[in-house]
T-cell receptor, first 115, second 113 residues
């Protein structure tokens, strides 16, 4: 069963702490994404990566960074967590292609609370 | 930029049909998608439709696309309590773009017994 695995389902951190959210996919997908999900706002793209060591900013990259050292792993880093980063974080991956639907496979999510 | 809009809530009785609506602004959209999110889980692809199609049917699901009005709908026939979830509409601005999908805010479907 192919999957996207997010290592932490629930985290509680304090303001100013450094936070790492890890995501691993076993589908050999080229593209990986980090979204945050907030009620009434849907999914907003933070960063995405289309290849190892490549990254591009999404719609809301401020306060976040990412790392993709291996094809299967995409990490989201909050250098100094703030209370407004309390949210559900969703990782996704997809296969690269010249045409066709861009079908994302999502992880189960990581719910982060910053106190 | 691209915008996708959905109503936030919908309630239906078990056994009735549900219709979830979505509007989008990007006329260059090539694919439109419906994802389902069950409580405590990530999003799962339900179905998608290519922009040159008007309708797609898959068992209890029917997707209708009105490209002129930029309107997409998802009809669920014989809605069951297990269909209670958040449904997200999404669009791809152009084919092959890794930049990917623009999502709506999601519609919370509640199925009443």
């Amino acid at each position: 069963d192919v999957k996207v695995t997010q290592s932490s389902r629930y985290l509680v951190k304090r303001t100013g702490e450094k936070v790492f959210l890890e995501c691993v996919q076993d589908m050999d997908h080229e593209n990986m994404f980090w979204y945050r999900q907030d009620p009434g706002l849907g999914l907003r793209l933070i960063y995405f990566s289309y290849d190892v060591k490549m990254k591009e900013k999404g719609d809301i990259p401020e306060g976040y960074s990412v790392s993709r050292e291996k094809k299967e792993r995409f990490s989201l880093i909050l250098e100094s967590a703030s209370t407004n980063q309390t949210s559900m974080y969703l990782c996704a991956s997809s296969r690269a292609g010249a045409s066709g639907a861009n079908v994302l496979t999502f992880g189960a999510g990581s719910r982060l609370t910053v106190l | 930029g691209e915008d996708v809009e959905q109503s936030l809530f919908l309630s239906v009785r078990e056994g009735d049909s549900s219709v979830i609506n979505c509007t989008y602004t990007d006329s260059s959209s090539t694919y439109l998608y419906w994802y389902k999110q069950e409580p405590g889980a990530g999003l799962q692809l339900l179905t998608y439709i290519f922009s040159n199609m008007d309708m797609k049917q898959d068992q209890r699901l029917t997707v209708l696309l009105n490209k002129k009005d930029k309107h997409l709908s998802l009809r669920i026939a014989d809605t069951q309590t297990g269909d209670s979830a958040i449904y997200f509409c999404a669009e791809s601005p152009r084919s092959g773009s890794a930049r990917q999908l623009t999502f709506g805010s999601g519609t919370q479907l509640t199925v009443l017994p």
